[in-house]
């Protein structure tokens, strides 16, 4: 009922909106206004452009201003920190056409507002101005490409080969992460062999496969790079944790990588932002389903003291799920070793340098 | 008296023999050929299913496209108004969309699966239903003849082909919003594997098929629309128009019909081995998948090859979406500067070349996508460069501007918008097309708000401005300027607000298409923001309904037109202020020169139309021109 009536007001102010227009109109008319000529309404647009140039710009710097902190999260990867130069440097060299175009827009709106008697001028085309604004534009372009191309080829380059290694797999709706265990060699895994229990797929008939462990969490050092290694058993998903500027799809059938090196504890970052429940976070950035937008895990970026302690302390999946392990030894001839996918190659120990 | 004038021009014609002006084989068409003694029944010997349904003529199927394409805005625009309302207050009920949404309000919250249904259907309508169907389709069709002064399209049947296979796909599409599992809801580019299993969603189901045979239908729409007008661009030219007399406008809606004709079968392609996969179990994009607790059989399949063909068409069809709107804007700049636009071969030439860059550069939407690293380098230097010809088009739009003698119509106001918002997502492309930043930046809010910049709010204020430039040549009336005045500005400053701000929240890293960002330390700040732009965006939209009540009153009781209102060179304002199908009464006026003589010293006019022989202006021709003076 309410409804009805509130639908009744509307149409009823709709139907008054809709006189009032008309009603102004036939005023117009008996007022003799009613026919186009270029008066009022166009100085004032055209004062309106340069309020809105003015206005605009000043909301808009002081809106950037005011939002800076809160638009650069703190980071914590060395890539990280050149990519975060490399953004505002660009931000910067994009502000200045992007301020000169609208000056001169909205400038040129106001200034060359019609004006009864005079003549716009007949400019046509001036080849040499276009050569000139065709080439600098190519100039900053190729050097803004150079930069890019530099620093993409280092990030996405081959990682140490010291670098820590361990895996994330993509699930609806959230992560798995594993390790390689006292081996270094992640081992086979199978999604035909995905159950309840085994979630990775582990297949246990392979050796490195037993030793590999499974996390809540993601355990990475301090000052080492990390490989990730990305997976999906499902659809799509990425992984994306904005700390470390890390962003890599994970696709089913076609396993991805990501590498990093973090430079900061979550304590000191905890310490440093006075917030005691800061996490490192993995988001997932890749539509997914009905819980994409909770796909979350933490990382937590250890003291590498800590970290060979914690990885130490982890038991291999096989040991905490024996009957996995029995039925595997079962059926260890079945046809399930054939399709395994090849090794996935070796990695040196985690912190070889550290663990003495 | 107009009998009359009918009359004499069409005995003209007959004398001429229907040089130069071809007529479409039409029952209408053939018509103008007949003897004197039919001439009067030119608008009564039609049945109106075939006048105003089944019609030939491009200005009605223009027309068609344009009304259709208004109701997919208004749609498109309530949807993005239902997600805004979740984002902007996560914590708010919704209980009262009961009655309209039914169960997909649950415990008076919005179903996270109908978000992602919402942002879908949001995409989809307005990329391709609204921006390529409603924009090009409308505008293509209606101008190309006109301006290039012909009697319609090279082929009438193909035309109207278009627009009943664009409606067939509209009425798919629109079934499958109400379906009990709802519409696709996989994101508007629809990546397997998650469009082709319905366990990974609900939307994968009946929704996703419908989302694909909708697509396939308005495809073959596309490519029936996109021959046509490369044909009549090509043959239908008018004695004297050569391709380098042709007005901006048609450039753009040629270079872009070339553009769809070439990519939107690769779509095709990727809408047709989806088809496959999901019923008929082949495995072109599924491998490895272990989904509701069964291993799937697929193998060997990529979901990353579904990313190279969907993006192979999705690329190139933001320029299909924002070509047409650059050239209507450059015609808009230079009739209401009252000045050549500046450059016109250069606008030429800039087209050409973000025609031709606009195909490979695709990839820049993959880099992390696990693709190889040597081909993100490629992309990147590639879509770099496209920045050039950009940049190029701009300053020739500036460079119109100076020292011209503005007018502000409504049309001039949302042009001079155009390049404002093009110039403020132009520029973020420059971010996001470098393969390490967009490590980052991809798929967040600022990629979000870079698109919506540069190729949607674009598009939308060139589709304004072409509608009201060009409707009183569409309905014979003007559209209230003052109530064109009010929509532009709050256009214009609703635009930027929901916008400008969008790149904060995309540059702290939310994520888009997240129902809500509350689980994450990460994405917290910025709940006031998010308010903020919802309410921008809610009243932006409502001030889309003072166009809507524009557009209808005028069409039924706006001031009467005059039949060049807007002193503009080009061919279309010389045929009779409501042409009838064959659009010239008498001959079709024969081109002498390049459309853009405005405010040539020593001319009378502010403008010399296209028609007029240097003969007739001796005394403003330029040293060149006086070789052609007959």
Known sequence: MTALAILLVLVLLLVVFGLLF???????????????????????????????????????????????????????????????????TTMGVIAVPFVLCHILLFFYSYKYQHKDGRRAYFFAHNNKIEVIWTIIPAIVMASLIFAGWKAWTRITGPAP??????????????????????????????????????????????????????????HVPKGHPVLIKIRSRDVLHAVYSPHFRVQMYAVPGMPTRFWFTPTTTTDEMRAKLGNPNFNYEVACNQICGRGHFAMKMNIVVDEPDDYVNWYAAQKSFASQNPDVLASFKQKAKSVVSQEAEPAVEAAPAPLASMSH | ???????????????????????????????????????????????????????????????????????????????????????????????????????????????????????????????????????????????????????????????????????LSSVVMFISLFLETGPAAAGWTIYPPLSALPQAISGSGMGMTMWLVSMALFIVSQLLGGVNYVTTVINLRTRGMSMSKLPLTIWAFFLTAILGILSFPVLFSAALLLIFDRSFGTSFFLSDIYIAGQALSNQGGSPVLFQHLFWFLGHPEVYIVIMPAMGMVSEILATNARKPIFGYRAMIGSLIGISLLSFVVWAHHMFVTGMNPFLGSVFMFLTLIIAVPSGVKVFNWLATLWRGNIRFTAAM??????????????????????????????????????????????????????????????????????????????????????????????????????????????????????????????????????????????????RRATQNPWNSTTL???????????????????????????????????????????????????????????
């Not at chain 1, 109109?25 to 003015?54: E, K, Q, W």
């Not at chain 2, 888009?512 to 509350?518: I, L, P, Q």
């Not at chain 2, 199908?581 to 008498?586: A, D, E, L, Q, S």
């Open chain 1, 22 to 88: 008309r009603l102004q109109i036939l005023t117009s008319i008996f007022s003799g206004t009613f026919t186009r000529d270029i008066g009022m309404s166009n100085s004032v647009n055209a004062v309106l452009f340069l309020v809105f140039l003015v206005a605009g710009g000043l909301w808009f710097a002081y809106s950037f201003a005011e939002n800076f902190n809160k638009m650069n999260p703190p980071i914590a990867s060395v890539h990280g920190h050149a990519m975060e130069t490399m953004f505002w």
């Open chain 2, 413 to 558: 106001l949302f042009a001079v918008g155009f390049v404002s918002l093009f110039i403020s997502g132009g520029l973020t492309g420059i971010i996001l097309g470098n393969a390490t930043l967009d490590i980052q930046m991809h798929n967040t809010y600022f990629v979000v708000a870079h698109f919506h910049l540069v190729m949607g709010s674009s598009a939308f204020f060139g589709l304004f401005a072409g509608v009201y430039h060009w409707f009183p040549k569409m309905f014979g009336r003007m559209m209230d300027e003052k109530l064109g005045y009010i929509h532009f500005w709050l256009t214009f400053l609703g635009v930027y607000l929901v916008f400008m701000p969008m790149h904060y929240v995309g540059i702290a890293g939310f994520p888009r298409r997240y129902y809500a960002w509350t689980g994450f330390d990460a994405f917290s700040q910025f709940a006031d923001m998010n308010k903020f732009i919802s309410i921008a965006a809610i009243l932006a939209f409502f001030a889309q309904f003072i166009f809507i009540f524009n557009f209808f009153y005028s069409i039924f009781r706006g």
């Open chain 1, 161 to 218: 080969k010291d670098a820590v290694v361990l895996e994330m797999m993509g699930k609806q709706f959230n992560w798995l992460v594993r390790y390689p265990g006292r081996d270094m060699k992640l081992g086979v895994v199978n999604y035909r062999l995905i159950d309840a229990t085994n979630e990775f797929g582990f297949d246990l008939n392979d050796n490195a496969a037993q030793d590999d462990f499974v996390a809540p969490e993601v």
């Open chain 2, 1 to 167: 008296m107009a009998v009359d004038i009918h009359s004499d021009a069409q005995e003209q014609a007959q004398a001429q023999g229907g040089r130069g002006t071809l007529v479409p084989s039409t029952e209408h068409g053939d018509h103008l050929h007949h003897g004197e003694h039919e001439h009067d029944h030119e608008h009564h010997d039609q049945h109106w299913l075939w006048k105003y349904v089944f019609s030939q003529d491009h200005k009605v199927i223009a027309k068609q496209f344009l009304i259709t394409g208004m109701f997919w805005a208004i749609l498109g625009g309530t949807l993005s108004s239902l997600f805004r309302l979740q984002l902007g207050w996560p914590e708010a009920t919704l209980e009262w969309l009961t009655p309209v949404l039914g169960k997909w309000i649950s415990a008076g919250k919005l179903d996270p699966e109908f978000y992602l249904a919402l942002v879908t259907m949001h995409g989809t309508i307005m990329v391709f239903f609204v921006l390529t169907a409603g924009l090009s389709g409308t505008f293509s069709n209606f101008l190309i003849p006109l301006q290039v002064g012909a009697r319609d399209m090279a082929s009438g049947f193909m035309n109207m082909l278009s627009y009943w296979f664009f409606f």
């Open chain 2, 572 to 630: 279309e304002w010389t045929a009779p202020i409501e042409p009838g199908h064959g659009n010239w009464p008498g001959e079709i006026p024969t081109v002498y020169r390049w459309p853009y003589d405005y405010s040539k010293p020593g001319a009378e006019a502010d403008f010399i139309p296209q028609h007029i022989p240097y003969s007739q202006t001796q005394s403003s021709n330029l040293p060149y021109e006086k070789e052609q003076e007959d």
